[in-house]
């Protein structure tokens, strides 16, 4: 290790990005929050209006502390770590799958600004790198559409019509996809890209997000 990288580690030092307490560089977590990720359940399953998703936690807890971390403080170096685990789950869940592409859940263009940066694709790219498939851009929000959390179900189906459209039918149409989310709750964000996407015929598409509000685990599994 150089001496400039131990300087940054004493100055700007790595933290479990699920309690927050400094850990070591190379960890994905500190000890305690290590031992409840080996202890937790299978991967999730859900559905996305009928496309099938996996999710490595419940979105409650330190996760959810997490995932907010993330998105309102910049705590975008959590990304690589978490990826390291749902990496492994999508391994599990589509063993026989050979995805062509990585994609994400785009931002509209306006909420990209405000915020900077797009968490669904930054760690799409983290996953890209850490399975061997690469990311592609694959669609455009053109409609700015109020936060799905803030609506009740028969909203949130309405919110978004015609909110995405498709940059390249061409490098859709025939292959194996996988499209990368932070959260899924009911399923119609990842559900409304997967038909939009669906439009330009591909092979398959998949699905697979961090947590999934929606879930229902016993507490134990909840870290």
């Known amino acids: 290790m150089s001496f400039f990288y131990q300087l940054v580690c004493v100055l700007f030092p ?13 960890q994905i977590a500190c000890e305690k929050c290590r031992q409840k990720l080996d202890k ?20 409650d807890g330190s996760v959810r502390r997490m995932i907010l971390r993330i998105k309102y403080h910049e705590r975008v170096q959590y990304l690589p770590q978490v990826a390291q685990i749902l990496a492994k789950d999508i391994r599990t869940t589509y063993p026989d799958c050979r995805f062509d592409c990585l994609t994400s859940v785009p931002m509209h263009k306006k909420d990209l600004f405000k915020r900077g940066f797009n968490q669904a694709e930054l760690l799409a790219k983290e996953l890209s790198k850490l399975l061997d498939i690469p990311y592609e851009e694959t669609l455009v929000k053109v409609k700015r559409t109020k936060k799905q959390h803030t609506l009740n179900y028969a909203k949130r189906k309405n919110n978004l019509n015609g909110a995405f ?3 390249d039918k061409e490098r859709i ?13 009911s399923g119609i964000t990842l559900g409304t890209c997967c038909k939009v996407l669906n439009r330009a015929k591909p092979r398959l598409l998949c699905c697979a997000t961090i947590a999934n509000a929606n879930a ?8």
Do not use: M, W
């Open 14 to 26: 790595e933290h479990c990005p699920y309690c927050g307490c400094i850990i070591d560089p190379e």
């Open 40 to 59: 937790r359940q299978k991967p999730i399953i859900r559905g996305a209006s009928g496309f099938r998703c996996v999710s490595s936690f419940v979105y």
């Open 165 to 167: 459209n498709i940059i």
């Open 173 to 185: 149409t025939g292959k194996n996809i996988l499209i990368i989310d932070d959260i899924i709750t």
């Open 216 to 223: 229902r685990l016993p507490r134990s599994a909840i870290i």
